[in-house]
């Protein structure tokens, strides 16, 4: 199989939809050319030609009438390698991911690193310094290098299938964490509270779970010596709490956080009343209800 893109300077659109074939593919010729006849002959060529025909396996998107998601938002040549062979790649850079996990991890990959780079390449949104974008550009050779743009080009792409490999393994176990997250929500004896029995990333299910009742997840440390409770913000990246924990608990530790609270092994609880713990689960889920019961008093529930 022969497979063509534009010779010379590259970005990070051809960088990665480079891996993402290579990937999903195996081996083929990867051919960097300008030259009319060598594109019409090849199997399958993107971003050079001037032809954007999924059928044909052609995948430019320099035109004027360019492809775009359904929102209108332009493709750029990996969006198009992505939606069509990303699939086909996920398998080889999650080896054992199951079939039912496939299309959340495809999506969380398009609306993420394949969607910035769309963005950018298309100068729909600026590239900031340690864009990736830019970064996949310092790959090329300098005016003063004895690397080809070939070379320099492989190289680039080695380091794509790397970030792309990482980026599937971190959406694979999100994914994992929020059917694990919300089959934990839906068997609680108390829907308030979300009891996990390791720690692993929640937020993701809560927001986008439909968690809407939940005050509190309760979580262990890594060694499973001391044992979290945690408020839930109100929606995602805020500081805020849906539930706060008692002032009066706030900033207190070890014995005078325990006698506070009415707990025979309570560790801590922040100045700011998000986070709180203690040494056993059994202790957290009581630090939990007592906020709750709390917040009912004051009306703040």
């Given amino acids: 199989m022969?497979?063509?893109?534009?010779?010379?300077?590259?970005?990070?659109?051809?960088?990665?939809?480079?891996?993402?074939l290579r990937t999903a593919l195996g081996n083929f010729?990867?051919?960097?050319?300008?030259?009319?006849?060598?594109?019409?002959?090849?199997?399958?060529?993107?971003?050079v030609?001037?032809?954007y025909d999924?059928?044909?396996?052609?995948?430019?998107?320099?035109?004027?009438?360019?492809?775009?998601r359904d929102d209108?938002?332009?493709?750029?040549s990996v969006g198009l390698i992505w939606r069509d062979y990303g699939?086909?790649?996920?398998?080889?850079?999650?080896?054992?991911?199951?079939?039912?996990a496939l299309d959340a991890v495809w999506r969380d990959i398009d609306t993420g690193i394949i969607l910035s780079i769309d963005l950018a390449d298309n100068g729909v949104s600026t590239a900031s310094p340690g864009h990736l974008a830019l970064l996949i550009e310092t790959f090329n050779p300098t005016w003063d290098s004895r690397q080809t743009f070939d070379e320099a080009f492989a190289e680039a792409s080695e380091l794509a299938g790397g970030i792309l490999r990482r980026a599937c393994r971190q959406a694979y176990a999100e994914a994992k964490a929020m059917t694990f997250v919300?089959?934990?929500?839906?068997?609680?004896?108390?829907?308030?509270?979300?009891?996990l029995d390791r720690k692993l990333p929640w937020?993701?299910?809560?927001?986008?779970?439909g968690l809407t009742n939940a005050l509190f997840v309760i979580y262990p440390n890594e060694d499973l010596t001391s044992w979290y409770c945690r408020t839930i913000p109100p929606e995602p990246n805020s500081f805020g709490q849906r539930l706060s924990l008692p002032e009066s608990w706030r900033g207190l530790q070890e014995e005078a956080f325990s006698k506070a609270v009415g707990i025979p092994d309570g560790v801590f609880c922040h100045p700011s009343g998000f986070i709180c713990g203690a040494r056993s689960q059994a202790s957290v889920i009581e630090l939990a209800e007592r906020a709750i019961a709390a917040g009912r008093q004051t009306g703040a529930i």
């Fill in 87 to 100: 699939r086909d790649a996920l398998p080889h850079f999650v080896p054992g991911i199951e079939e039912n």
């Fill in 72 to 76: 209108g938002t332009p493709y750029s």
């Fill in 203 to 209: 937020e993701k299910a809560v927001f986008e779970g």
């Fill in 49 to 51: 030609g001037g032809v």
């Fill in 29 to 47: 010729d990867l051919v960097r050319t300008r030259d009319s006849t060598l594109i019409a002959a090849a199997d399958i060529v993107f971003d």
């Fill in 182 to 195: 919300l089959t934990a929500a839906r068997t609680a004896k108390n829907q308030q509270v979300i009891v």
């Fill in 2 to 20: 022969r497979v063509v893109t534009h010779s010379g300077t590259f970005h990070a659109d051809d960088v990665f939809a480079s891996a993402i």
């Fill in 54 to 68: 999924p059928s044909k396996r052609r995948y430019d998107h320099h035109m004027r009438d360019l492809p775009r």
